[in-house]
């Protein structure tokens, strides 16, 4: 089966940093995404990791171990506009091909 | 990025009915579509992957009777909610990529709101 796992909430000031965990458990492994939710919005990719080490992007990282099963996004400076659900998802390999499956997001609430 | 459309963007429905859900890639060939589907305060569940030209393929528990997907094209996928009732009221996602993984840029249209009274 698959499980992936994140926490359900987070809080955070203004300019602070946060580092949003993810570990997870899947067959077919294809590599690990970050998405950011708004709510009643699509979600909106931030970044994916296939091999080991960190992706940095602006104000955003993301962290991948394999071997752990572990994920981090680092969110940096942070704005009040960064409230939101942030999603982990797996790709991982299913019988139509390969398939994005998701965490149950982490509300981040960012306060001044 | 790349857009995809989805409309409409909310309907309301009485039991019984059906509510079809057009999923749209405005400027790619989407080789492979998925539906997803949200409720309140919870992550997105896949309901199934959809390849064009043939049959949906649906995640465990999803009734495929229920839920007709059609892609009948490399830009259209339709979602049709056959028979809705209450507990059927959710956040609907569609999402569509070109290529056999998600590495290539997997794209989500803005949902669609169903509820149904």
């Known amino acids: 089966g698959q499980n992936i796992d994140q926490p359900t909430e987070m809080t955070a000031t203004e300019g602070a940093i946060v580092q949003i965990n993810c570990t997870y458990q899947?067959?077919?492994?294809?590599?690990l995404f970050w998405y950011q939710q708004h709510a009643g919005e699509a979600p909106t990719f931030l970044s994916y990791?296939?091999?080991?080490g960190l992706e940095e992007k602006g104000r955003f990282s993301s962290f991948l171990s394999r071997s752990k099963g572990y994920s981090y996004l680092l969110l940096k400076e942070l704005q009040m506009k960064d409230s939101a659900s942030y999603l982990c998802?797996?790709?991982?390999?299913?019988?139509?091909?390969?398939?994005?499956?998701f965490g149950k997001g982490t509300t981040l609430s960012v306060s001044s | 990025g790349a857009v995809v459309s989805q409309h409409p963007s909310w309907v309301i429905c009485k039991s019984g009915t059906s509510v079809k859900i057009e999923c749209r890639s405005l400027?790619?060939?989407?080789?492979?579509m998925f539906w997803y589907r949200q409720f309140p305060k919870q992550s997105l569940m896949l309901m199934a992957t959809?390849?064009?030209?043939?049959?949906?393929?649906?995640e465990q528990g999803v009734e495929k009777d229920k839920f007709l997907i059609n892609h009948a094209s490399l830009t259209l996928s339709t979602l049709t909610v056959t028979s809705a009732h209450p507990e059927d009221s959710s956040f609907y996602i569609c999402?569509?990529?070109?290529?056999?993984?998600?590495?290539?840029?997997?794209?989500f249209g803005p949902g669609t709101r169903l509820t149904v009274l």
């Open positions: 899947t067959s077919g492994f294809n590599g």
């Open positions: 998802a797996v790709s991982s390999r299913n019988q139509a091909g390969t398939a994005l499956i």
């Open positions: 990791n296939v091999l080991d």
């Open positions: 999402s569509a990529r070109f290529g056999l993984t998600p590495l290539l840029g997997q794209f």
């Open positions: 959809s390849n064009e030209g043939s049959k949906a393929t649906y």
């Open positions: 400027d790619f060939q989407a080789t492979t």
